[in-house]
């Protein structure tokens, strides 16, 4: 499985961004497909998750201001971030589950301006 994020970019405080992510190769078995970010010195911590029976899990915090969607004949799943706060700043990384592996996407970068 391979994993291409798009999307990321510079955004001032309050503004919103949409990331995507391309899943090809071997796509059919994929359980889930998620969002992780990791800030500058800190873990790669879950944004959300949906999963192959559309079951989504946001991480702590993220509700609401995050939004995860996914298209299955594209292979695709979105990230809408809105109200974005500089603190929400970091590589945004694009996670398939496939079995009991994990695949990774490249990462993304959002860096949102005071």
């Known amino acids: 499985v391979q994993l291409q994020a798009s999307g990321g970019g510079l955004v001032q405080a309050g503004g919103s961004l949409k990331l995507s992510c391309v899943a090809s190769g071997s796509t059919r078995s994929i359980n889930a497909l998620g969002w992780y970010h990791q800030a500058p010195g800190k873990q790669r911590d879950l944004v959300a998750e949906i999963t192959d029976t559309v079951s989504i899990n946001y991480g702590d915090s993220m509700k609401g201001q995050f939004t995860i969607s996914r298209d299955n004949a594209k292979d695709t799943v979105y990230l809408q971030m809105n109200s974005l706060k500089p603190e929400d700043t970091a590589v945004y990384y694009c996670?398939?589950?496939?079995?009991?592996?994990?695949?990774w996407g490249q990462g993304t970068l959002v860096t949102v301006s005071s």
């Open positions: 996670n398939a589950q496939w079995g009991r592996i994990n695949y």
